[in-house]
């Protein structure tokens, strides 16, 4: 049980404890449930206070909803001796009950933690985060070059001169189709020529 002067859950005799984590920008909320599926927590904690917190905790299942943290909070209470839990929100979705915040979050991630066929994500390693974030990265820059260069081939055909897309081209046709810009320019509207 909760035992209210200490801040810390009991352990249960061949059962542990059910934790609900619900992942904040600046930190968790607890909700802890006993072997009777009673509610025997309720904890707000800041994020550098994780390890400490859950140091006091008997061992047992940690469920949280599938999102960016979730992967090093699960790999640090492994850590601990828990067995933590990553769940997609589409499964813990039935288990909300009210409004949508944090602690009934928490709460429904633990309800549904505790069920013993659940589905729940794949832990991954350090070595796995780490290339799929640079991939991220590179995907995002990727993506802006080519909004960018399909910027510029939209002004440019505005101004009537057609460029061929690619990023290989773009290299070729930018230097040329300035000078054609300025031809065009003179052309149409001579007292522009001479920006």
């Known amino acids: 049980m909760f035992d209210r002067r200490q801040g810390k859950i009991e352990g249960l005799p061949g059962v542990g404890v059910g934790v609900g984590v619900g992942v904040g920008k600046d930190g968790f909320h607890l909700v802890g449930f006993d072997r009777s599926g009673q509610v025997v927590l309720r904890q707000k904690i800041r994020r550098f206070a994780l390890q400490e917190v859950f140091a006091g905790f008997a061992r047992g299942i ?72 640079l991939h991220r990265v590179r995907l995002r820059l990727v993506s802006r070059r080519t909004a960018r260069i399909n910027q510029i081939r939209a002004f440019l055909i505005e101004q009537g001169i057609p460029v061929r897309p690619g990023l290989r081209a773009s290299g070729r046709w930018t230097l040329r189709s300035m000078r054609s810009l300025r031809a065009v320019r003179a052309r149409h509207r001579p007292e522009c020529a001479a920006d």
């Open 62 to 133: 940690v469920g949280m909803e599938a999102c960016l943290s979730a992967h090093n909070v699960s790999l640090t209470l492994r850590g601990l001796g828990f067995e933590p839990r990553i769940i997609p929100a589409i499964y813990v979705k039935p288990f909300n009950k009210g409004q949508k915040n944090l602690c009934n979050d928490a709460e429904a991630i633990a309800e549904a933690a505790l069920r013993p066929n659940l589905l729940s994500v794949p832990e991954k390693t350090q070595n796995q985060l780490d290339p799929e974030a």
